[in-house]
């Protein structure tokens, strides 16, 4: 009989699936496992209340790591059987979702479109054919497409975790920094720094959720 699990699973693309297959959670670290854990438990615990789980992913400029976490953060719920996980991102200031950012998830599996142009364009971010995509653009923590209460606010980048010492909104504020693959824009190192920073993203989001107990 099919899992509810295994179920979910297999409504991602399959490209994408291959891609979560193969990453391997026994090269995280045990510091970085300590890291993460206050992300299982807040996890954890919506799911034995049976309550949604809102998690919003925080970078300075809502550019490249807050739309990477949320873009995996939310895949691998669906590959895991989570329900009811909602993922969102934000930054101190609105700025642009960087193109190599996208680029990076589509190589990775996702189906990426622009939905408007402009400044900050409006992207949608799809994991799965029959699954509501994620709508990816720069917003700060205040706007109105982000949760108001009951979130987890993950602090993906130390300036941010730094500039917002204390957000009065959030349930739980936890800080899993990543290293900015900003500092190869430009240089023939780009392609493969966003590629492994996205990697590691995705093997640390990979680890969170196979830590999620399903009653």
Do not use: P
């Given at each position: 009989m099919e899992t509810a699990v295994n179920s979910k699973k297999k409504m991602l693309y399959s490209t994408l699936i291959e891609k979560i297959d193969s990453l391997d959670i026994s090269i995280i670290s045990e510091e970085r496992k300590a890291i993460l854990q206050p992300l299982i438990d807040f996890v954890q615990s919506k799911v034995d209340k049976k309550q949604i789980i809102n998690l919003n992913f925080i970078?300075?400029?809502?550019?490249?790591?807050?739309?990477?976490?949320?873009?995996?953060a939310q895949a691998m719920g669906?590959?895991?059987?989570?329900n009811n996980l909602f993922c969102y991102s934000a930054g101190t200031e609105a700025t642009a979702l960087f193109p190599v950012a996208a680029k990076t998830l589509v190589n990775s599996g996702f189906e990426v479109?622009?939905?408007s142009e402009g400044k900050n364009p409006v992207y949608s971010i799809k994991?799965?054919?029959n699954i509501h995509p994620i709508i990816g653009f720069s917003k700060t923590i205040t706007s109105n497409f982000n949760p108001k209460s009951g979130f987890a606010a993950i602090m993906t980048c130390s300036s941010a975790d730094q500039g917002c010492p204390f957000i009065?909104?959030?349930e739980q504020r936890i800080p899993i920094t990543y290293e900015d693959p900003k500092i190869a824009d430009g240089t023939p190192q780009q392609a493969e720094k966003y590629?492994?920073?996205?990697?590691?993203?995705?093997?640390?989001?990979?680890?969170?959720?196979s830590q999620i107990k399903i009653s």
């Open positions: 970078c300075t400029h809502n550019s490249r790591r807050s739309h990477l976490s949320q873009a995996w669906s590959y895991f059987g989570i479109e622009m939905l994991y799965a054919d009065a909104v959030a590629e492994e920073r996205s990697n590691q993203i995705a093997t640390e989001m990979k680890f969170v959720f």
